[in-house]
T-cell receptor, first 117, second 115 residues
Framework: GAVVSQHPSRVICKSGTSVKIECRSL??????MFWYRQFPKKSLMLMAT?????????EQGVEKDKFLINHASLTLSTLTVTSAHPEDSSFYIC?????????????FGPGTRLTVL | AQTVTQSQPEMSVQEAETVTLSCTYD???????LFWYKQPPSRQMILVIR??????QNATENRFSVNFQKAAKSFSLKISDSQLGDTAMYFC????????????FGQGTTLQVKP
């Protein structure tokens, strides 16, 4: 199956700093990637849709200036949490879309645990 | 707007027995896709099974099968011969006819398989 990686797997940072999370599709080109946020024992909340070469589309309630998304190539999307605060601590998961005929399959990264002190 | 509801926060089952996880959804679309994902303690999301709404036949993948009731907007997952490795959080998910990959998830059901 297709592989999606995320880096780093976990990061601890101080309040006020910025953190960048990378999402890569390793063996396929992904025109669309998605970023989710997950709190402990809770569901995945879609944050934004990332399309290669265009601006990301953010879900309602997600601050686009705080969560900067860049989809620089067909295999890489980055999420930057700017001026992080403790309430931004969470598990962030990306997924990448691989088209196969008339069906687009989603492949998920292993997630990144962000802790803001 | 589409919604997905899982009304069972936690469930448990004895090893080798059968368990059914419930999911209901709401949509005005006629064609769409439904999924069950498994998230074990590693937190890696794993696709368990998918169902295309225009197909009447229920999807089956080895020990996993679904009961898709389109009129009732119900999509339950049956796990037969439960194994310890099935212990995980299970999410029901929906995507619309354009199938861009944008998934709407239910709240999740934590399943524990007991030895």
């Amino acid at each position: 199956g297709a592989v999606v990686s995320q880096h780093p797997s976990r990061v601890i940072c101080k309040s006020g700093t910025s953190v960048k999370i990378e999402c890569r599709s390793l063996d396929f080109q992904a025109t669309t990637m998605f970023w989710y946020r997950q709190f402990p024992k809770k569901s995945l909340m879609l944050m934004a849709t990332s399309n290669e070469g265009s601006k990301a589309t953010y879900e309602q309630g997600v601050e686009k200036d705080k969560f900067l998304i860049n989809h620089a190539s067909l295999t890489l999307s980055t999420l930057t949490v700017t001026s992080a605060h403790p309430e931004d601590s969470s598990f962030y998961i990306c997924s990448a879309t691989r088209g196969a005929g008339n069906y687009n399959e989603q492949f998920f990264g292993p997630g990144t645990r962000l802790t803001v002190l | 707007a589409q919604t997905v509801t899982q009304s069972q926060p936690e469930m448990s089952v004895q090893e080798a027995e059968t368990v059914t996880l419930s999911c209901t959804y709401d949509t005005s679309e006629n064609n769409y896709y439904l999924f069950w994902y498994k998230q074990p303690p590693s937190r890696q999301m794993i696709l368990v099974i998918r169902q295309e709404a225009y197909k009447q036949q229920n999807a089956t993948e080895n020990r996993f099968s679904v009961n898709f009731q389109k009129a009732a907007k119900s999509f339950s997952l049956k796990i037969s011969d439960s194994q310890l490795g099935d212990t995980a959080m299970y999410f029901c998910a929906f995507t619309g006819p354009s199938n861009t990959g944008k998934l709407i998830f239910g709240q999740g059901t934590t399943l524990q398989v007991k030895p």
